[in-house]
């Protein structure tokens, strides 16, 4: 247990640094790759209490406006946060411009852009 909060500390002290700035998200999950960008406001913890399959007990929200990038132009996302999900966290990394947290449910890339 410990290990993983060191993960997620890690985690927030990354992108809470990166508050104000621009960034990109590339997820990649069961073969697909989707990219969105998001002007970073601040970044919540968010633990959910529903009993379904689809929505994550524990996530870090990256709070601001966004968009997803498509081959022919960017679609606005519908809220503004993109949530990742962070149950099983299998690896962290991060250095100055780039985080890479890969999760039971996929590999998702943060850069500065």
Not at 21 to 37: A, S, V, Y
Not at 75 to 82: A, G, I, K
Request: charged letters at 20%; hydrophobic letters at 30%; aromatic letters at 8%.
């Amino acid at each position: 247990m410990n290990g993983y909060k060191n993960q997620i500390n890690a985690i927030q002290q990354s992108l809470s640094s990166w508050g104000g700035q621009r960034i990109l998200i590339t997820k990649e999950e069961n073969g697909d790759l989707d990219q969105t960008i998001l002007n970073l406001e601040r970044v919540e913890m968010d633990e959910n209490h529903f009993i379904d399959d689809y929505t994550p007990d524990h996530s870090i929200q990256l709070v601001g406006n966004g968009q997803t990038v498509f081959e022919h132009g960017n679609m606005p996302l519908p809220y503004q946060s993109y949530d990742i999900p962070i149950e099983n966290i299998y690896k962290v990394s991060a250095d100055q411009g780039r985080i890479l947290i890969r999760t039971d449910r996929g590999t998702y890339t943060i850069t500065t852009i």
